[in-house]
């Protein structure tokens, strides 16, 4: 079967690097490796700046930037930087574009709030161009609550919202606690700002009750402002014993009203070897484990969703959303 080409809205490898000075992006301990992407027909690969709430957060940021910028100038050959008109083409070069998962990699907890537009500013000149920001992971921070926490929107986060507006870089609520995923989509509604929203690596609680995993409702405001939802691999979110869960939560996001123009991929691909949690050992089932297979699940998928339908979820929705929101 012909391999469709892929685009994938979230992987780690940029904080695997930073964190392990002697790693490569042809790593092979890593899923999102080049040499998997590349054989896995990865047209594009979103790259997140990861951090965690800590005190050298804005560090760890920039940081990633920096070595984002390297990896393309290394890699040239291999890499190509993705800009506003992307279409996956013959290229066999994987495209890339830098997000930012979580704030704190702009603005620790205590040092003032300018220094979030400065660090911000030097990352998107570093990187071009920033697909997404979540403002949270699983903890809370300055900007709000995290998948694990119970605070809302705070006023530092209202203003960096304000400061995305009209600079076509979506709000990420694949990390947000319900009550800051429902702060956000009420606070940009009601401004009017120019943000669009995404999910870059969630699936559905309706399936898998986590709270890493999207509500109905928000997946349907998603869906209803022509955002994307990357389906995520890691076994935690989608079911701890079933590896066929995958192929339930993409027919689910497939079946809600609009869904069809939304879904898409964010395998999460991450570093497993320095993150020990017994509990979530493997990370993912043996056939979600790296880049290359997504097009075992496409195949296992033939039959419930047309050919146009596959074309959807393995690129065409996030082209679609890269033609309505970059120029
Ligand atoms: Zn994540």
Redesign the pocket.
């Known amino acids: 079967m012909e391999k469709l080409p892929i685009i994938d809205l979230?992987c780690d490898l940029l904080v695997y690097l930073l964190m392990n000075p002697d790693a490569t992006p042809d790593d092979g301990a890593f899923g999102a490796s080049l040499p998997f992407l590349k054989e896995g027909n990865v047209s594009l690969q979103v790259m997140a700046i990861f951090t965690a709430v800590e005190e050298e957060s804005s560090k760890r940021g920039v940081a990633q930037s920096v070595l984002y910028k390297q990896m393309l100038d290394d890699y040239s050959k291999d890499i190509s930087q993705v800009g506003a008109g992307y279409q996956v083409t013959q290229d066999p070069r994987v495209g890339m574009i830098a997000s930012l998962?979580s704030a704190s990699g702009i603005c620790n907890e205590v040092e003032p709030l300018e220094n979030a537009f400065r660090n911000l500013d030097t990352i998107i000149s570093n990187v071009n161009r920033l697909f997404y920001i979540s403002f949270t992971h699983h903890t809370e921070n300055r900007f709000g609550g995290g998948n694990y926490a119970k605070a809302g929107l705070k006023p530092d986060g209202e203003a960096l919202l304000d400061y995305m507006g009209g600079k076509e870089i979506a709000i990420d609520l694949?990390?947000t606690s319900d009550a800051l995923a429902h702060d956000i989509l009420d606070y940009t509604y009601r401004k009017g700002l120019k943000v669009p929203v995404i999910a870059s690596?969630s699936n559905f609680r309706d399936i898998w009750d986590h709270p890493r995993n999207l509500t109905r409702e928000n997946a349907m405001e998603i869906i209803n402002r022509g955002g994307v939802i990357g389906m995520n691999f890691l076994r935690a979110f989608l079911n701890n014993d079933e590896p066929g869960a995958l192929l339930d939560h993409i027919r689910y996001g497939f079946d809600l009203p609009g869904g069809e123009n939304a879904i898409s991929f964010g395998a999460?691909f991450f570093y497993t070897g320095d993150f020990p949690d017994p509990a979530r050992d493997p990370y993912y089932f043996p056939v979600h484990e790296d880049a290359t297979k997504y097009h075992a699940l496409m195949d296992q998928l033939r039959g419930d969703l047309s050919e146009d339908q596959l074309k959807r979820l393995a690129y065409k929705n996030v082209e679609r959303f890269i033609a309505s929101n970059w120029t």
Do not use: M
Request: hydrophobic share 0%; no cysteine; proline share 0%.
């Open positions: 979230h998962e694949s990390h690596h999460d």
